[in-house]
């Protein structure tokens, strides 16, 4: 099945999923005469009306939350990278620090967004701390996986030639390890931003969480669903974003992918 076919078959796919809505939703309504019917599952459509009515204000709020989201995503990427490479340099190291970085991840968000807010005492930093904090465990166990997978042979051969431990990662394993890495990137950057829309909820002024927060208090059920599918664009538009980055920076990997695609 080639690229243009998968995208035939995912709209078709995309077009049925919103028809079976709407029909589920008419049921709903109209069939079991569900007073809350509205609440539980709106009609596509009007989620659409009111994103066209309100995108200005959505659009506000996601920016605010995406653009937090972005930079801790950022600075967790980076801290996932150094993690990495430290450990892989040291086996020692990673037996010792590999164990702490499973455990911090058993501390869940909402207790921990909290805590982060009453020591910065920020919601903006907040938002950041708590974006890298879900970023960098993704980022540091996919590319540790990766730069151990590269052959001793590989970098037996450039140390016969008198490579220096810089040059076999520049060399080698740091072009070995990148499909690793935007892996790890692609899970961790959705994730970012709903870590991001969380904190929004625990008391921010702005945010597309807030306006899903406050929509609920208000009983506002058409611009909850519209936030709620505004927060979902801005997880997958995190996740392209990504892998537009991958394509651009290394568009020799599609190409390898493209060909093993083609051979099965």
Partial sequence: MDKKEKRIVALVWGIGIILVWELLAFFLKNGLHDKMASAKLPYPHIIVQTLAANWQTLLEAGAVTFSRAAIGFALGAGVGIILAVTMSLSKTLERIAFPYLIVSQMIPVLGLAPIIFNIVRDMDVSRIVIAAYITFFPVAVNMLSGLKSVEQDKKDLLYSIAASKT????????????????????????????????????????????????????NSTNIFWAAVVTSALMGILSYYIVVLAE??????????????????
């Fill in 167 to 218: 040059k076999v990662y520049y060399k080698l394993m740091f072009p070995f390890s990148m499909s690793y890495l935007f892996t790890g990137l692609k899970i961790a950057a959705p994730m970012a931003v709903t870590a991001s829309i969380l904190v929004d909820m625990l008391g921010s002024k702005s945010g597309i969480g807030v306006k899903i927060l406050y929509s609920l208090y208000s």
């Fill in 247 to 264: 394509r651009v920076l290394f568009p020799w990997q599609n190409v390898s992918l493209r060909k093993a695609g083609a051979r099965t």
